[in-house]
Structure formats: C-alpha cells, structure tokens
C-alpha cells in the first residue's frame, strides 16, 4: 500500500513539474542564413575551395600530361631514364594528394578555415539563443533546423526572429514563420 501511494505521489509530482516546464524552438539555418557575417564567411569559404580544387586539379593535369610524354616516350629510353621518369610521375602524384588532403582532408585547411569564421558566429548565436532561454524561462529549447525528430511545431514557439533581435539582426521574412514569435508554456 505504502508503494502506491509513494508512486501516486511521485507520478502527481513529475505532472506538476511537467506543467511548469516551458518549450520553444529556433531554426538554426534560418538564424545563419539572416546573419550577414555568415553569408559573406561562407562565400569566403567557397571561393577558397574552388581555388585550392583548381591548384589540385592543374597538378593532377601535369601528371597526366608527364605520364602520357612518358608512355610516348619510353620505347626510346634507358632503363634508367624509365625508371627516374617513373620515380618523378609517382612522387609528383604522392604530392598532388597530399597537397589535396592537406587542403580538404578532415583536419585539413578547409576544415580549419570553415571552423575559424563560421565557429564564432555559431557560438554567437547559441549565446543568443542561451540567454533568450534564462531571460524567458524556457526549459527546452528546440533547433528544427534539418531535424527529422520534430514532426510538428507550433510557429507561436518559434524564437528564431526573437534571437535575430537579440543579436541586433534584422529578421527575414520567411513563410509560415511567426512574426511576434512569443514561445508558450506547455500544457
């Protein structure tokens, strides 16, 4: 008997608690994608790729233009001039994909460069969106951004637009969102 009630009063305890608790959600790409920093960080970003993809790509062109001369030429040379120019073709190859895992490998120059300009900004924005919450009182806050577990939300909790204003970032208008954008208590 002792134990029913204890759970009865467990279970009345976690309801009340369950009431109090309030929810909201941001959409983390659209807070980016209003954040004028991001925008141009990203296009410096992709600019540096295609330059460092175009260096990648004239390297590996000379090599394919080193190891057709070769294939043209090797009934005319030496055993040894054959294997110097075949010593040359694979080391300049070895080089070209270092050169590409130093630039696009996972702790690569790419990796290193995106985590320079876009980490601040993220942090930023988590910031934001921390002191939205503390400021607010909401005990969950949500990112739907490419979230498959969030099947549906009410735009009434949906501060994406609050932290935008926040950050001093004017808000972009975007379809189904929430102008005022007050997140609610969960009932």
């Known amino acids: 008997m002792k134990k029913i009630v204890l759970l009865i009063v467990l279970a009345a305890g976690s309801c009340f608690m369950y009431g109090q608790q309030r929810?909201?959600?941001?959409?983390?790409?659209?807070?980016?994608?209003?954040?004028?920093?991001?925008?141009?960080?990203?296009t410096e970003i992709d600019n540096?790729?295609?330059?460092?993809?175009?260096?990648?790509?004239?390297?590996?062109?000379?090599?394919?233009?080193l190891y057709r001369k070769?294939?043209?030429d090797a009934p005319l040379l030496s055993d040894d001039m054959r294997k110097?120019?075949?010593t040359e073709i694979v080391n300049k190859e070895?080089?070209?994909?270092?050169?590409?895992?130093?630039r696009f490998g996972t702790?690569?120059?790419?990796?290193?460069?995106?985590?320079?300009?876009?980490r601040p900004i993220q942090d930023r924005v988590?910031?934001?969106?921390?002191?939205?919450?503390?400021?607010?009182?909401?005990?969950?806050?949500?990112?739907?951004?490419?979230?498959?577990?969030i099947l549906y939300a009410d735009n009434k909790i949906d501060i994406s637009n609050d932290v935008l204003s926040d950050m001093g970032v004017a808000a972009k208008n975007r379809v189904g969102a929430n102008p005022s954008?007050?997140?609610?208590d969960k009932k």
């Open 23 to 42: 929810f909201a959600y941001v959409d983390s790409d659209y807070i980016l994608n209003s954040i004028p920093d991001y925008e141009s960080a990203l």
């Open 48 to 65: 540096l790729s295609v330059k460092w993809q175009k260096e990648i790509e004239e390297r590996f062109a000379e090599i394919d233009a």
């Open 70 to 72: 070769f294939q043209s």
């Open 84 to 86: 110097k120019r075949e």
């Open 94 to 102: 070895k080089e070209a994909k270092d050169l590409q895992k130093k």
């Open 107 to 118: 702790e690569g120059d790419l990796f290193k460069k995106r985590q320079e300009m876009i």
């Open 126 to 149: 988590y910031t934001a969106i921390e002191k939205r919450a503390a400021d607010k009182g909401y005990t969950f806050v949500f990112d739907r951004a490419d979230n498959a577990n």
């Open 181 to 184: 954008s007050k997140a609610l």
